[in-house]
């Protein structure tokens, strides 16, 4: 019986390197492919969720430290950091150092200790403090519910409307015409002319009197008016008056408040019933009139007069 003969062919070294390397050179071209489909794949879903998580060491390049507990997370920003789109604090937010705006500022309610602002507008200002203002200019109206002070001159370029009272502790400069309905003053003083186009009507309480001493007790004598003008009547009884040219004090008049020199008084009869002198002794509290002629008895006299200084 003949035998066969078995073949047996083992390879080189070098033949096996050859085929190791050739099984991972697959290997890692199938783990590359792998790689790139499993990255694309995690781009997608990132575009997607739009999800970015930023490592701790990447935050910490940045100039950020995040630091998260219980309560939150603290986010601190070094120097030179820039937040290119919109930033939403939904809390409180603290700045230390200064902050610069270089566009508009927008806040629904604000509470300032000190603002320090060039071109300001504001459509509501509500001053519950003291305010001071190196210069304002206001387009429309200003209503002041309390008291106003104003320490400095005041110039108003058109018509000033007060509808209630006005007191004024000192001088009042008027360079143009003052027009009043009613003028009532303590003391008035003019250095050049007074023109009135109306009439002049004094005021104020009668003066005293007192009887004459060419009167008898039975005579009586009456006045009205003020210490500028007014009227003074002599009442004669029965027997009549008859001084002849002698001079008769029938009427004292005292001023109630008197003048501070000896004023002008001028004293005018009235009627043609008195046919004699009449005489003025003057004083600064008052006068006296003196008559030289006779009364009528039972008549009555009366005698005008007017004061000046």
Same mark, same amino acid.
């Given at each position: 019986?003949? &035998?066969?003969?078995?073949?047996?062919?083992?390879?080189?070294?070098?033949?096996? =390197?050859? *085929?190791i390397s050739i099984v991972i050179a697959i290997l890692v071209i199938n783990a590359a492919i792998i790689g790139f489909i499993a990255s694309s794949q995690h781009k997608k879903n990132n575009t997607q969720d739009a999800q970015v998580t930023?490592?701790?060491?990447?935050?910490? &390049?940045?100039?950020?430290?995040?630091?998260?507990?219980?309560?939150?997370?603290?986010? /601190?920003?070094?120097?030179?950091?820039?937040?290119?789109?919109?930033?939403?604090?939904?809390?409180?937010?603290? +700045?230390?150092?200064?902050?610069?705006?270089?566009? &508009? =500022? /927008?806040?629904?309610?604000? $509470?300032?200790?000190?603002?320090?602002?060039?071109?300001?507008?504001?459509?509501?200002?509500? @001053?519950?403090?003291?305010?001071? %203002?190196?210069?304002?200019?206001?387009?429309?109206?200003?209503?002041?519910?309390?008291?106003?002070?104003?320490?400095?001159?005041?110039?108003?370029?058109?018509?000033?409307?007060? $509808?209630?009272?006005?007191? +004024?502790?000192?001088?009042?400069?008027?360079?143009?015409?003052?027009?009043?309905?009613?003028?009532?003053?303590?003391?008035?003083? !003019?250095?050049?002319?007074?023109?009135?186009?109306?009439?002049?009507?004094?005021?104020?309480?009668?003066?005293?009197?007192? &009887?004459?001493?060419?009167?008898?007790?039975?005579?009586?004598?009456?006045?009205?008016?003020?210490? !500028?003008?007014?009227?003074? @009547?002599?009442?004669?009884?029965?027997?009549? %008056?008859?001084?002849?040219?002698?001079?008769?004090?029938?009427?004292?008049?005292?001023?109630?408040?008197?003048? $501070?020199?000896?004023?002008?008084? @001028?004293?005018?009869?009235?009627?043609?019933?008195?046919? *004699?002198?009449?005489?003025?002794?003057?004083?600064?509290?008052?006068?006296? +009139?003196? +008559?030289?002629?006779?009364?009528?008895?039972?008549?009555?006299?009366?005698?005008?007069?007017?004061?000046?200084?």
């Amino acid at each position: 019986m003949t &035998k066969r003969l078995h073949l047996t062919h083992r390879p080189s070294n070098k033949a096996t =390197f050859i *085929g190791i390397s050739i099984v991972i050179a697959i290997l890692v071209i199938n783990a590359a492919i792998i790689g790139f489909i499993a990255s694309s794949q995690h781009k997608k879903n990132n575009t997607q969720d739009a999800q970015v998580t930023v490592s701790e060491s990447a935050l910490n &390049k940045l100039g950020v430290n995040r630091g998260s507990n219980d309560a939150g997370i603290e986010l /601190t920003v070094g120097p030179n950091a820039q937040f290119k789109g919109n930033l939403t604090v939904a809390g409180n937010t603290s +700045i230390g150092g200064q902050l610069n705006l270089n566009s &508009k =500022f /927008t806040a629904t309610d604000a $509470s300032l200790a000190q603002v320090e602002a060039g071109n300001t507008t504001l459509g509501t200002l509500n @001053v519950n403090g003291s305010s001071t %203002l190196s210069s304002a200019a206001l387009r429309n109206n200003l209503s002041v519910a309390g008291t106003t002070t104003l320490q400095g001159p005041v110039t108003m370029t058109q018509l000033l409307t007060v $509808s209630n009272n006005v007191n +004024i502790s000192g001088n009042v400069s008027v360079g143009g015409t003052l027009s009043l309905s009613n003028l009532h003053i303590g003391s008035l003083t !003019a250095d050049s002319l007074i023109t009135i186009g109306g009439h002049v009507v004094t005021n104020g309480s009668a003066p005293g009197l007192s &009887k004459g001493s060419c009167l008898s007790s039975l005579d009586t004598v009456s006045n009205s008016g003020n210490d !500028a003008a007014g009227t003074v @009547v002599v009442n004669v009884d029965s027997s009549g %008056l008859n001084n002849g040219h002698s001079a008769c004090i029938v009427a004292n008049v005292s001023f109630r408040q008197g003048y $501070s020199n000896i004023p002008h008084v @001028v004293v005018t009869p009235v009627g043609p019933v008195f046919g *004699g002198n009449v005489y003025v002794y003057r004083s600064a509290g008052g006068f006296s +009139i003196g +008559i030289s002629g006779s009364l009528d008895a039972g008549s009555s006299t009366a005698f005008d007069y007017i004061v000046e200084q």
